[in-house]
Nanobody
Framework: QAQLVESGGGLVQAGGSLRLSCAAS??????VNWYRQALGKQRELVAG???????NIADSVKGRVTISRDNAENTVYLQMNSLKPEDTGVYYC??????????WGQGTQVTVSS
């Protein structure tokens, strides 16, 4: 059974770090994006990684966030450092198995206290 599971969210103080995981079973990998959505705001792209290993990071988190992939585990990670209260939101994994077929994770809450 194909499954996409996110984990790693939580409550952290400003300046702290979190590592989010998006683990896929039964899915091939074409690309993965991480999005976040703060309360009352639109969902925004945080970072992405392609099967070629190319990455892109949103300007709002550049220098604080890295995205990586573990091929053996079929898992994508989002390492977030120097977290700020404005990083608070629900983080979603968006997994592409082809250029057009995509799946969404259930979301994981990240809360950064000041």
């Amino acid at each position: 059974q194909a499954q996409l599971v996110e984990s790693g969210g939580g409550l952290v103080q400003a300046g702290g770090s979190l590592r989010l995981s998006c683990a896929a079973s039964g899915f091939s990998f074409r690309a993965v994006n991480w999005y976040r959505q703060a309360l009352g705001k639109q969902r925004e792209l945080v970072a992405g990684i392609s099967s070629e290993g190319n990455t892109n990071i949103a300007d709002s988190v550049k220098g604080r966030v890295t995205i990586s992939r573990d091929n053996a585990e079929n898992t994508v990670y989002l390492q977030m450092n120097s977290l700020k209260p404005e990083d608070t939101g629900v983080y979603y994994c968006n997994w592409f198995t082809t250029l057009v077929r995509q799946y969404w994770g259930q979301g994981t809450q990240v809360t950064v206290s000041s």
